[in-house]
């Protein structure tokens, strides 16, 4: 298992790097301090894992889809300081594999690593708490139809979108519209397929995120 540090930092690397190396078969073989370091070490070196801090200095979000690009193969865990339920949900959108917050005990961050190099999926506690506060499940993400390409929709769609997330049904929608239902569930395939979510839940959440509608007002309706 070939390992690749991912941050700013030098104590963290350090810290990062004796807590795995004598707790772990993790082998490190690079340790990158931004972006540009990032991206030749994961081409020289081919690593299993990253383990990456995409909010210090001299990295991004943006650099994890770019990480998958390049090795589709690539395990992501990302260790971060907390942040939003939305921001944790972009970076699994964007390819992340596993999720662990820097002030989560040593074991967890081992486990994480250990976990997630046996293709498994590992969420620290506190994430998954953040996560389950917004109402959010992670089995929703349709991850693998992520996509570096800006997401592009219609007039209409977005149309569809406020009515989905104020809980009108197809056929309500459609009358509403003036649409056949045949033509709103059409549209409401598409909607899902550009956003890479699976069902209803999904489209709220991105009609709240983007303020097509309040937070205060979305009610979830039933997928159809």
Aim: one cysteine or more.
């Amino acid at each position: 298992m070939k390992l690749v540090l991912a941050d700013s930092n030098d104590l963290i690397r350090i810290g990062l790097r004796t807590i795995l190396t004598s707790e772990s078969k993790a082998t490190i073989v690079g340790e990158a301090q931004n972006e540009k370091e990032l991206l030749t070490q994961v081409k020289s070196f081919e690593p299993n894992l990253v383990l990456i801090d995409y909010t210090s200095d001299g990295f991004s979000i943006d650099v994890i889809p770019r990480l998958v690009q390049l090795n589709k193969a690539l395990k992501i865990i990302a260790i971060t300081p907390e942040q939003s339920a939305q921001v944790l949900v972009d970076a699994l959108r964007s390819g992340v594999t596993s999720y662990v917050k820097k002030d989560c005990d040593l074991a967890e961050i081992q486990d994480a690593v250990k976990e997630t190099s046996r293709g498994n999926k590992f969420f620290c506690g506190q994430i998954l708490e953040t996560i389950q506060k917004a109402n959010i499940n992670v089995d929703d993400l349709d991850v693998g139809s992520f996509s570096c390409e800006a997401v592009v929709l219609s007039d209409r769609e977005n149309e569809i979108i406020v009515l989905i997330a104020e809980g009108l049904t197809n056929e309500q929608i459609a009358e509403q519209l003036f649409l056949s239902k045949h033509t709103v569930n059409t549209h409401r395939k598409n909607i899902m397929g550009k956003l890479g979510v699976k069902n209803t839940a999904g489209i709220v959440m991105y009609a709240v995120k983007t303020n097509l509608v309040s937070p205060n007002k979305f009610l979830f309706a039933p997928t159809y």
